[in-house]
Every structure is written in structure tokens, then in C-alpha cells.
């Protein structure tokens, strides 16, 4: 069978996938290549050595490799019936299509009843982003187990560098050799954090900061997740990031898809400083991103802590603007019954006790010294010591008969219910509606543990989407707050 190629550019790097009716593979992720490339050349790249005493013919690292065409290292899809069926699908290409700047391929496996789709885009600063998506093609509930596109990397790229810490010691680097086997990375903790982190970089021996190659991969997901950097005994490296799903989390009914979150990656030539720039690049072309520096931000926290008086907070922000402060962010504690840290999370109401005109005076303060005005919210969560608790417990994620596990005095809502995302909508909006805010600072200070949602099953997949979706919905009515 003779396979074509699509060859994606950029100033930066390029890459080329195959195409043909087998899953897509990234044959070159790297330097530019020139513009007139023989096919030859390109075969050669597919080549993969046949060890002794294994199987008869090389078995393909598709961005999505597949089990039932002899792949037995991690990645791929990872999916069954009820009756354990399914489970090894062998998928044939249905669709194929690209663009010179985006290739998409589909394929079906019709007696499993699952099809597949496969994203891989490359934009003008060098960024690549990879997505796929499974879809129930058959009767009965389709569970998904994981579905973990890989990325190949050239066999130099043996160091592994990756981002760790904890409170007050973020972003610690940690580097390791790879030589065999694999540096796998996971997080249960719901959310990502100073301790997880979802990105890997590899590269070349001791790249740095202005020297190596280097091949870098960020996943766009707040949830749980899992990165890994791995050595086949073939010799053939790659780098997998993708959505860590507890049991049961995903089952599709006939006819629902489940798409992975996107990775974004990127290749430099002239060591990390390459990657910051691609990335960096990419992020600032949105067209939602601020075009404007970033305000010089003063918040009351440390100032008054639960202590609100507005004859203070005016002293402060008089203060604040006489140094050239450029936002005031108002704190914890300025929400009914807030006076410490036990209670009151989830009544996003303003204290008349603390405010009894409102928040108005203080903004009007505010903003009359030339300052926006800011606020801070933890809409996840709630205090069992609160009105919003007390009128539904039912409310919260956890596992039914197993007491939930406190943090900070705090539990989180299952924002995966309608009624709960509904709630805080309904508040936020009013809040940003009535105001002039022009920020949020929106706090999120514990783990998800046991994250059960409404029918049981785990919930930080859903949790996460919801809160995406609350997000959006707060944007769309309220562009101008960041």
C-alpha cells in the first residue's frame, strides 16, 4: 500500500502525517523542512526495526495506536461494552481531509460500533494541537476507559523535564534521563495545582534555556490528567497527555462522542526560550486575550482580613492610588456572615452588617480615585456552616454513606448539577450586573476528593466541564471583566 503524506508548515517547524487508511502518524515533528521533499525520504521515517522473535511486521505508533494491530505499550483507546466486548477496536479510515494548516481523519470499526476522529492543526507560530474524539456507534452503553493520543519524539530528545512544587514553592524543575522505560506523572487531585501540573518537556542532552532542541506538550484540562514520557524497547520515544478518567466517569449512549481535551505542542531548535515564544504567540493571537498591560493590582487581604470598614478601605484605597496602584480588589469577607474562615461560603450576598448602603460607597470611592474595582469569589465551594448548605446538602460532591473529607473548613459543590451551576450563575451575574467590577478574583483552595456527583458515579469530568461552561456563560454577558 503506498501512503501520502500532509506536510503542515510553519516559520517555526513542521509536521508531517501520513495518510493513508491505517490511524494517522506523525512521521517529522521539528525543524522546517524544505518545500520541495521527496516521498522517499519520507518512507524511510516509517521504517521501524523488526526484533527478533516478535512479531512479523513493525507495528505502527498511530497518534491513536490500537491494541488490535499488536500495540502494546501505553496510549491508544481504551474502551468496552458492558459484557466486556468492544474493547479492541480496528478501526478503517472513512474520511480524511486537510487543509494546509489542518488534517483530520476518521475511522470506524463497525462490528465494535466505534468510530474514531483525529485533529492535528498547526498554527503560524509553531504550535500543534492535537485532539481526538470516540463516538457509540452501537447499541448499549459504550464505556470509556481513556483515550490517549501519542506524540513521537526523535530518539536524542532523552531528557525529560518537568514542573512540580507546592504552596510557596511553585514551578520547581525537575530533569530526568531517560534511558528505558518511562516517567509517568498523574493527577487525582481534581484540579491542577503547584503539585501537578499538566506539561512535559523533552529534549536534548542538558538543553537550556537559549540552546537544545526541544519538544514540548501542554494539555489544555483543569481535571485530572496523566502525562507520560516513555522508551519502547524498539528504541522509539514518545509523549502522551490526556485526560485522567475515573471508573465509570464517561459512558456513552448510542450515538454520544467523548473528546479529549487539546494538546498543544510545540518545537524549538534554540532551547526552552523557543517554546515560551511559540507559546506565548499563540496565546496572545486569541482574540479574547488583553491588549493592554496587565492593571498593578492592590488586594485588601492581607490589610484587613475579615475586618471590613468601609472608612478603612477607603484610607487603603487612597493610599493605593496615591502610588499608582491601578486595581483594588476587595477580599474575603465581604459576603453575609463572613467573619471567618468557618462559615458563610456559598451566600455570595453582601453583608448589610459590614455594608449596609452596600457595596456602591466603596466602588464609587474607588473608582473616583481612577482605580477599577475588583472582587474575590471561591464559587466552588461551601462552608457546612452556611444558609446554601443548610437548604441543600444534597448539594455537595461526595460518595453516598462515606463522611466527606473537609479542607479548609470546606466542601465543593457539584457544579455538574443544573441547579447548583444555575445558583451561582444567577449570583454572579447579579453581583457583576449591579456593580461596576471589573475583576474577579476567583479563588478555587482545595482538592476534589471522592468526587462523586448526582447519580453516583465519579465527577470530575463533569465538575470540570460545568465549570468551564459557568465561565463561558459569565463572558458572554460580561466581556469586559477579566
Known sequence: MTTSYVVLRSTRCSVVVSDDDAVPRIVHWGAPLPDALGTDSLDALLDVAVPQGNHDLAIPMGLVPEHARGWSAYGGLAVHRDDGTSWAPA??????????????????????????????????????RLRAEVTNDGAGTLHVVGLAPVLPLPQRAVEVLTLTGRWTREDVETRTLLEVGALALENRHGRTSHEVQPTLMAGTRAFAQESGEVWAAHLAWSGDHAVRAEVLPDGRRLLSLHELLMPGEVRLATGETYATPT???????????????????????????????????????????????????????????????????????????????????????????????GLDPLIAHVTGLGMQFGLWVEPEMVNPDSDLFRAHPDWVLGVEGVAQVMARHQLVLDLARPEVSAYLFERLDDLLSRHDIRYLKWDMNRDLVAAGGRDGAAGVHAQTLALYDLLDGLRRLHPDVE
Not at 93 to 98: F, I, P, V, Y
Not at 108 to 116: I, P, Y
Open 91 to 128: 478501526l478503517t479510515r472513512t474520511s480524511g481531509a486537510h487543509d494546509g494548516t489542518t488534517y483530520t481523519w476518521s475511522g470506524t470499526d463497525e462490528h465494535a460500533g466505534v468510530s474514531l476522529a483525529i485533529e492535528v492543526a498547526l498554527d503560524e507560530h509553531g504550535v500543534v
Open 263 to 357: 494538546v498543544h505542542a510545540a518545537y524549538s531548535a534554540g532551547g526552552l526560550n523557543g517554546i515560551s515564544d511559540a507559546f506565548h504567540d499563540h496565546v496572545r493571537a486569541r482574540p479574547g486575550h488583553p491588549r493592554t498591560p496587565r492593571p498593578v493590582l492592590l488586594n485588601t487581604w492581607e490589610a484587613v482580613y475579615f475586618n471590613h470598614d468601609l472608612d478603612e478601605l477607603k484610607r487603603l484605597a487612597d493610599a493605593a492610588a496615591e502610588v499608582g496602584v491601578e486595581r483594588f480588589v476587595l477580599d474575603d469577607g465581604w459576603f453575609r456572615g463572613r467573619d471567618d474562615d468557618t462559615s458563610s461560603l456559598g451566600d455570595w450576598y453582601v453583608d448589610d452588617a459590614k455594608y449596609p448602603d
